[in-house]
């Protein structure tokens, strides 16, 4: 939620962000108007009351006429001040609604565009010429049936669609992938979080997810929604709270299945493991000071940085364009990996600032120096996900379907240095 005082006093900023994102600035006008109507009907409703307060000591001085009449007229205030307090409800109801309906503020160093208009940061290491070694590389799907380690066809048996089954070392390079994960992210300050998936509506739409996006699970009754990250509910746990920020950052790494419908993604992806329902992921999670956001951002592309060299992949870093930013993304840096048998760089990782919007929707705040309260940014990013086995299964396979595994991972396959195919 963008802070009502900078609506007022700085609309074109709001407008501006509006247009980068490629959505509409005359929004802001009618927040501004809702906003203006609420105002007064808050100063017309808190007027009445006062007179009505005003009127309660007077009628117990008065005496006859007088006090009829100051009687009289009491009753017919307590019915105004409860049709202006309906009124100043309603415009309240209405501002809350557009003012949360509104995107996040946008940075001045994020590229202007849309979903093509992102700019590569660096590219880190080089792809592998598979043409130079002889050989054409396999997909994952591929490496997956001779390992007998994803199966798709029984997951789609099981689930329908996009669901799939992780077998023998699909497995356990998954688990020892998001263990490692685990393991940096407490090296350097994180507490480590098995987080709920099922969350309440205020929680998905403090996040920002609610509304903005059409691929959420919702369970009706009770109504709750299944996370697409453990970042919703790692931002409501400090939900209505003051979260102690003297020692820097709090920094959570939370481990959890996610669930995304993948709604108006028919027709990419439906091949393997990339696009699906369900995956598992550990993410980090940061609330620090807005002064400090910025340099917390680039922490967590640090560390993302190095899980990926651990998995000894080629990547880039991209800074992703204001039209292809979530709603609650103030900036947003994605780690691509290189995936062979598509020829392309394909998104493992991305890392958020979001600024004090999510804060604000979810009235979290933190004492600043002077003791005064001020809500906190936060901040996400991923450390490893289900989604990086395509890309080391495809990066460091052999001729013969064998599979190198990273040294990183080794300990976590029972120390085995190539995972050899299922024979028979």
Known sequence: MIDAKTLRENPDVVRAALTKRGDSPAKVDEILVADSERRSSIAAFEALRAEQKGLGKQVAQAKGDERTALLERTKALAAEVKAHEATANEAEKRFDVLSRALPNLVSDQAPVGGEDDFVVLEEIGKPRDFAAEGFEPRDHLELGELLGAIDMERGAKVSGARFYFLKGVAAQLQLGMLQLAINQAVEYGFTPMITPTLVKPEVMDGTGYLNAHDDVYRLEEPELYLVGTSEVALAGFHMDEIVDLSNGPVRYAGWSSCYRREAG????????????????????????????????????????????????????????????????????????????????????????????????????????????????????????????????????????????????????????????????
Request: charged share 30%.
């Open 265 to 424: 993604s028919y027709g990419k992806d439906t091949r393997g493991i990339i696009r699906v329902h369900q995956f598992d992921k550990v993410e980090m999670f940061s609330y620090c000071s807005l002064e400090d956001a910025e340099a917390e951002h680039q922490r967590l592309l640090g560390w993302e940085k190095e899980m990926l060299d651990k998995m000894e992949l080629a990547y880039r870093v991209i800074d992703t364009a204001t039209g292809d930013l979530g709603a609650s993304a103030y900036r947003k840096f994605d780690c691509e990996a290189w995936v062979p048998t598509q020829g392309a760089y394909r998104e493992l990782t991305s890392t958020s600032n979001t600024t004090d919007y999510q804060a604000r929707r979810l009235n979290i705040r933190h004492r600043d120096a002077d003791g005064k309260t001020r809500h906190v940014a936060t901040l996400n990013g991923t450390l490893a996900t289900t989604r990086w086995i395509v890309a080391i299964l495809e990066t460091h396979q052999l001729p013969d379907g064998s599979v190198r595994v990273p040294v990183a991972l080794r300990p976590y396959v029972g120390g085995r240095e190539v995972l050899e195919p299922v024979r028979g």
